[in-house]
């Protein structure tokens, strides 16, 4: 049994070994590991019985090897293990629940090694325990990023028995466990087109639960972030925050005790989920990231932005800026043809745009959305000659050509349909819902992903197409699989996200130069499990300016500016028509994307967004790479502010809007403008504000006068360093 503390430590801003000693924790009764990044401590023991057992998680002040649990326990029999699971006492949230080959349901592991070891080029601890009877091993891994206060934890089991079976009930990635104190939960809520809603609220005791159980994130996001203080956009404070990084079903359990502990787990949702882990057979969790910050929510968004933005997003496109796109769908909607979108076509280019996109209704027997999903060719009533004519048309202006696709779905009006109506998920004799007028092809199955992946090579193999618009209108519904073993029945779900993971990242390889752009009925599968994969998300389907500053607001809590895409349409203007310039201003948050009809738009109108897609131009740089500071949020008033930061603070953008007049009964200093901090900047530089100078130091903390005078209006300003 290994005695000695191994210690991770960073020393600046790099990783260095340290020495190996007899004891760190008191009294020589513990052994154990310290991981260490800016701001945070994680530490673990190893208990004389063999136990790994997490310590505490949280500022270096605090940092203590007595534990935590044993403070706030007062010595009870609880001891929530590294590695909680289904076993003895049953006051905790577990992450491994196992049935074994005699019935046995509870699980007893024991510590057999550890290691520090290199993976993907960062420092990780792999622990091994095993089941002390049973054939299981558990491999519990931490991968720590100093630089992002971060760590990712994920979780190996394998059977190493010679014949029998075990049975996962439950596995999730990882677990935490924060000290003591009276704590708060920020999370994201909604619901179709009102995705991304931040909603605060006070962990009391008991066990708070965000989940997925149909493949849809709409009420709730795989993010999480907990605060000790109340108050929204709390700039100093300590903050513990992570996301699952799964794109099927995953949950995230937050129990609170009535001491004040907190654990958090997350993973896979096993809900009607089980997995039969054969004789020699491993399974791996996807990872879990988790992060401590002293420094605030705004502080944790950057952060998670970052870590995005330049370890999860594929490393051919991280820095590549994302182009200016429009699509057709609010224009043509499912009347597609040749020489409409060729006329949208010369409107977008001479208003700059650089990616034409067709959205759905191009593809064979496509009028509504009662037909076609399945059949992955051009109509011929709409494209006579195919669709290369007009993607040679569209490159010869100057633009990249992109398309509309929905794999994951069939209509029963499809030849796919006819030929294979059991490729698709439902139970015979149950009801069958259509939603949307289609079902789920069952992507667990194999012939199901040879056939995507035929199709899609085809298209993208046969045509000049630069980026895939991938779209999934539905959830998941009745996953029966009727030809499949008995055994198979209910792990549907887990291989279907693993084909279809499968199916993105071999795309990816064939056509390392197409982007493409996740979508599910607007921001239903945001995650970062599908942004490894995909570059950008597509946000929500509602497209209203105002609407929109809450929705974008929220997603940039979790997620980073240059995958938040952003458009223009023809909204409902009945009730406030919005000036084209406040339209614009408040889809150049991302990545900024044209959905009108514009080959309706005036004189004027195309002047204005000439104007504006140039500005974007301009700016898209640190606005897509940019540090963004959260200045005020349309969750806490009518005025609305962000500002993005260029990393090497030598350039500044700042977004101001008035979503309305003052409330009634406001005083008169909240109706006058009032000064506007700015922050991230150089304190010893000075820059530029239109025509005047400040320093960053004044800019800082005197500001600027609010910016904006009268109700639904907005402004843009360059601040640049001299």
């Known amino acids: 049994m290994m005695r000695r503390c191994i210690a991770l430590l960073l020393a600046f801003g790099s990783w260095r070994a340290s020495a190996q000693v007899d004891s760190v924790v008191r009294d020589g009764r513990l052994s154990g590991w310290e991981l260490q990044t800016r701001s945070g401590v994680y530490q673990i023991a190893l208990t004389g019985q063999g136990e790994v057992v997490p310590v505490y998680y949280g500022p270096r002040a605090h940092a203590g090897w007595l534990s935590a649990q044993d403070r706030a326990r007062g010595n009870g029999p609880f001891v929530l293990d590294e590695v909680p699971v289904r076993g003895k006492y049953a006051d905790k949230v ?12 509870d699980c007893e592991l024991g510590f057999v090694s550890a290691a520090i070891e290199d993976v993907e080029n960062r420092k ?82 008991g066990v708070r639960t965000l989940q997925s159980r149909d493949f849809y994130s709409f009420e709730n996001t795989p993010w999480f972030c907990i605060t000790p203080q109340e108050g929204d956009d709390l700039k100093e404070c300590n903050v513990w925050f992570g996301q699952v990084h799964y794109s099927g079903n995953w949950r995230i359990d937050i129990e609170s005790t009535h001491s004040g502990h907190v654990q958090v ?28 910050t002293e420094k605030g929510t705004d502080e944790a968004a950057r952060l998670t932005s970052s870590y995005i933005r330049r370890e999860i997003l594929r490393p051919s496109t991280r820095e590549k800026l994302r182009p200016v796109l429009y699509n057709s769908w609010y224009a043509t909607g499912f009347n597609v043809n040749e020489e409409n979108q ?46 290369d004519p007009l993607i040679k ?62 199709a899609m090579t085809r298209l993208l193999g046969e045509h000049a197409i630069k980026f895939i618009k991938w779209d999934r209108n539905r959830g998941i519904t009745e996953p029966g699989w009727a030809s499949a073993p008995e055994t198979v029945q209910r792990e549907v779900r887990l291989l279907y996200i693993k084909n279809l993971y499968r199916l993105i990242d071999e795309l990816r390889q064939r056509f390392p130069d197409v982007a493409f752009e996740n979508c599910s009925s607007g921001g239903g599968r945001p995650d970062p499990g599908m942004l490894s994969r995909m570059d950008q998300t597509w946000t929500s389907d509602n497209t209203h300016p105002l609407d929109r500053l809450f929705i974008q607001y929220g997603y940039l809590s979790a997620y980073p500016a240059n995958t938040m895409v952003c458009w223009t349409t023809d909204y409902d203007a009945g009730i406030i028509n919005l000036p084209l310039e ?68 030598s350039a500044s953008v700042l977004f101001c809007y008035t979503m309305g007049p003052a409330p009634e009964g406001s005083t008169e200093e909240t109706r006058r403008s009032r000064q506007l901090l700015l922050e991230g900047l150089d304190r010893a530089a000075t820059y530029s504000v239109g025509k005047d100078s400040f ?28």
């Not at 759905?360 to 051009?378: E, T, V």
């Open 393 to 454: 048309k569209v490159n010869d202006m100057g633009m990249e050509f992109g398309i509309w696709v929905e794999p994951e779905m069939v209509n029963t009006n499809s030849d796919l349909f006819r030929a294979h109506p059991d490729w698709a998920l439902y139970y015979p004799t149950r009801s069958r819902t259509e939603w949307r007028n289609q079902l789920t092809l069952n992507l667990a199955r194999e012939d199901v992903y040879q056939y995507l992946l035929k």
């Open 265 to 292: 787990a997350g993973g896979i949702n096993f809900w009607d989920t089980q997995w039969e882990l054969t004789a020699g057979e491993s399974y791996t969790t996807p990872r879990m990231s988790i992060g401590f």
């Open 342 to 387: 060729l006329r949208l076509a010369k409107e977008a280019k001479e208003l700059g745009v650089e990616l034409f996109v067709i959205d759905d209704g191009w593809f064979k027997g496509r009028k509504d959305d009662h037909a076609g999903l399945g059949d992955w060719l051009a109509d011929p009533e709409k494209f006579p000659a195919g669709l």
């Open 124 to 205: 990780t601890l792999h622990i091994i325990q095993r089941d002390k009877y049973y054939p299981l091993v558990v491999e519990s891994f931490i991968r720590v990023l100093p630089e992002y206060d971060m760590m990712e934890k994920w979780i190996r089991v394998r059977n190493d028995g010679k014949k029998e079976v075990i049975k996962v009930e439950n596995l999730q990635s990882g677990s935490i466990l924060l000290p003591p104190d009276r704590y708060f939960l920020v999370q994201h809520s909604g619901r179709w087109a009102d995705e991304f809603q931040l909603r605060k609220s006070e962990l009391v005791s």
């Open 582 to 649: 406040y339209i614009f201003d408040v889809a150049m948050q991302g990545v900024l994307g044209i959905g009108d009809n514009i080959a309706r738009w005036t004189d004027a109108q195309k002047a204005v967004a000439k104007r504006k897609i140039a500005e974007y131009k301009d700016i898209r740089r640190v606005v897509q790479q940019g540090d963004l500071y959260r200045l005020r949020s349309p969750f806490g008033g009518q005025r609305v502010a962000l500002q993005y930061v260029a990393r090497d603070t």
């Open 94 to 105: 577990p992450v491994l629940e196992v049935v074994f080959a005699d019935h046995t349901r």
């Open 695 to 722: 320093s960053g130091a004044y800019l800082m903390t005197v500001g600027i006068p609010w910016p904006v005078g009268r109700p639904y209006r907005s402004v843009v300003i360059q601040i640049k360093k001299q």
